[in-house]
């Protein structure tokens, strides 16, 4: 399994980006998806997953201005921000679990946000 995501920038607050992460490979194995954030000097952290019957979560910290899905004729997850904040700045991250529970990762793509 491969997964390559995209969709990073400079982006001024209040403004809304999609972050995109195409699947390919053993697709059929992948259970859960979920997109991490990396700030500078903090730990990579959980901010939505999706799980393969199509359930959702999300941090308490973005569950009202972060939406996940996946798109299944495009084999891509993607990840909608709204509304940006300077503390979205971090390098974000994909991942899949496959159903032998093994974790794949994407390369990170950077969000910055500033005026």
């Known amino acids: 399994v491969q997964l390559q995501a995209s969709g990073g920038g400079l982006v001024q607050p209040g403004r809304s980006l999609i972050l995109s992460c195409a699947v390919s490979?053993?697709?059929?194995?992948?259970?859960?998806m979920g997109w991490y954030r990396q700030a500078p000097g903090k730990q990579r952290e959980l901010v939505a997953n999706i799980q393969d019957f199509g359930g959702t979560n999300y941090a308490d910290s973005v569950k009202e201005r972060f939406t996940i899905w996946w798109d299944s004729a495009k084999n891509t997850v993607y990840l909608q921000i709204n509304n940006l904040k300077p503390e979205d700045t971090a390098a974000y991250y994909c991942k899949g679990l496959s159903d032998a529970l093994y974790d794949y990762w994407g390369q990170g793509t950077l969000v910055t946000v500033s005026s």
């Open positions: 490979g053993n697709i059929p194995s992948i259970t859960d």
